[in-house]
C-alpha cells in the first residue's frame, strides 16, 4: 500500500510489465510488512522495509532492511560498508527479537483496523475512508490476492478540510499526533502539513492527499477503547 494514500499496484502485473523492459523492480513493502506480503515471492526483485515502523513495532530504534538475490545484495553491500548507513549491533538485536512477534502484532493491528475502518466508512462526518479490505476499495481484488490481511493503517478525509483534521486531532486523547507509524500505540498524522509538507498543494492533490486526509496507524490497544477515542474526537 501506498503511503497515505493506500493505493494497491498489482505486484505480478507490474513485474511482468518491467521484465519486457529489462526494468528491476524494487517495492516499499513497510506498510505490509514481510508477514502479510512477500514481494519478492510476486517477482519483485528487491523488497525493502523501514523496520523502525511494525518491524519493531515499539518505537525504539531506527533500522532498514534490503531483501533481494546473493547478486544485487552484494553490490548494495559494497556501498553501504563504504557510505555509512550500516546498523549498530545493538539495533540489529532489537530488531531480531521484535521479528519474534510479528506475527501476533500484525494479526491484532489488522483485526483492529478493519474495525476502525468500517467504523468511520459510517461516519457521516468522513468524506472518504481507505483501507485495502474495505469491500469499498478500488483495488480491494488485488489487496485480497496479494495480501494476507489489511494492514495496520486507515486513513481517511474528513469534511472540513484542515480546520476540521486539526480540531479531530487535537481532540484525540489516547492517539500520539506524530509522523511514525507502525507502534503499538496507535498514532494519528496530518500529511498535508508533516510527511508531505514539501509538496505543493497540486501535487498533494494528484497522490489524493487533501487538506482533510489523516493517517491513522492502528495500534494494540482494545478496540472499544480506540473507538471511543475516535468518536469523542468526532463528535
Known sequence: PSNPGIDIIDLE???????????LVVVDNCFATPYLQQPI???????????????DGQGRTLGGIILGS???????????????????????????????????RMDRHCENALKVAEFLEAQPSIKKVRYPFLKSHPQYEIAKKQMKQGGGIVTLVIHGGVEAASTFMDKLKMFSISANLGDTRSIATHPATSTHSKLTEE??????????????????????????????ALS
Open 70 to 104: 546473493n547478486k544485487l545484495i552484494k553490490d548494495i553491500e559494497g556501498f553501504a560498508r563504504h557510505s555509512g548507513p550500516a546498523m549498530s549491533p545493538f539495533n540489529a538485536w532489537l530488531l531480531s527479537k521484535s521479528l519474534e512477534t510479528l506475527a501476533v
Open 41 to 55: 515471492k510476486l517477482g519483485a526483485d528487491i523488497s525493502i522495509h523501514s523496520a523502525t515502523k511494525f518491524i
Open 13 to 23: 502485473w507490474l513485474v511482468k510489465l518491467a521484465k519486457t523492459k529489462n526494468i
Open 203 to 232: 501535487q498533494r492533490l494528484e497522490v489524493g492527499i487533501e487538506q482533510g486526509t489523516i493517517r491513522l496507524s492502528i495500534g494494540l490497544e482494545h478496540i472499544d477503547d480506540i473507538l471511543k477515542d475516535i468518536t469523542q
